[in-house]
């Protein structure tokens, strides 16, 4: 069965600067791909990025970037320069079956302070 | 803006008192899902449409049921909530074959009283 780990409950950095979100997963089918959410205290869940496992190069979007490790089965977010929007919750994904069901790990707290 | 609307945003009911939750989508996407999300934890998947084809996860309870009556639409019904089902739920849409991204709407939060 297909698992993602994340094992942060909550991180704390400050305005400006870098920050990176674990996620680890684990799964036997070699197609897949990687999501990460951003969950605010409204409740929506926001896309931020996409990584498919045949994709070649990281993804990027704008300040977020995908660490991409297949080999180390882990696909970490790295946000630069972080800004206090950015306080919310983070959740990585992974698509699962022909409907592309997402399986979400536990999520990380983030919190950036002035 | 083409999106998806989740109706109400705030659903208080009453233990066993039967509560439906509504979807819509402008996105004309084949695929809708619906996840709940109980207080600190992940979302989990209840069930989901591939077009008019409804696919339950194996734990969802018997006691959440889902309609579907056009593209546009999806509802989850609530058939007798109980404490336990109080919960954000959101909706998500998508299209096959057409990106990876799911949609997801704002959320609809029960509470149960």
């Known amino acids: 069965a297909q698992k993602i780990t994340q094992t942060q409950p909550g991180m704390f950095v400050q305005e400006k600067e870098a920050v990176t979100l674990d996620c680890t997963y684990d799964t036997s089918d070699p197609s897949y791909g990687l999501f990460w959410y951003k969950q605010p205290s409204s409740g929506e869940m926001i896309f931020l990025i996409y990584?498919?496992?045949?994709?070649?190069q990281n993804a990027t979007e704008g300040r977020y970037s995908l660490n991409f490790q297949k080999a180390r089965k882990s696909a970490n977010l790295v946000i630069s320069a972080s800004q206090l929007g950015d306080s919310a919750m983070y959740f990585c994904a992974m698509r699962e079956g022909r409907a592309d069901k997402l399986i979400f790990g536990t999520g990380t707290r983030l919190q950036v302070f002035p | 803006d083409a999106m998806v609307i989740q109706n109400p945003r705030y659903q208080v009911t009453q233990f066993g008192k039967p509560v439906t939750l509504s979807c819509s989508q402008t996105?004309?996407?084949?695929?809708m899902y619906w996840y709940q999300q109980k207080s600190s934890q992940a979302p989990k998947l209840l069930f989901h449409?591939?077009?008019?084809?409804?696919?339950n996860e194996a734990d969802t309870p018997d006691n959440f049921q889902s309609r579907r009556p056009n593209t546009s639409f999806c509802f989850l019904d609530i058939r007798s909530p109980g404490l336990g089902d109080a919960a954000m739920y959101l909706c998500a849409t998508r299209r096959e074959r057409e990106g990876n991204e799911q949609f997801f709407g704002p959320g609809t939060r029960l509470t149960v009283l």
């Open positions: 996105l004309n996407h084949n695929v």
């Open positions: 449409y591939y077009d008019k084809d409804f696919n």
């Open positions: 990584q498919g496992s045949y994709d070649q």
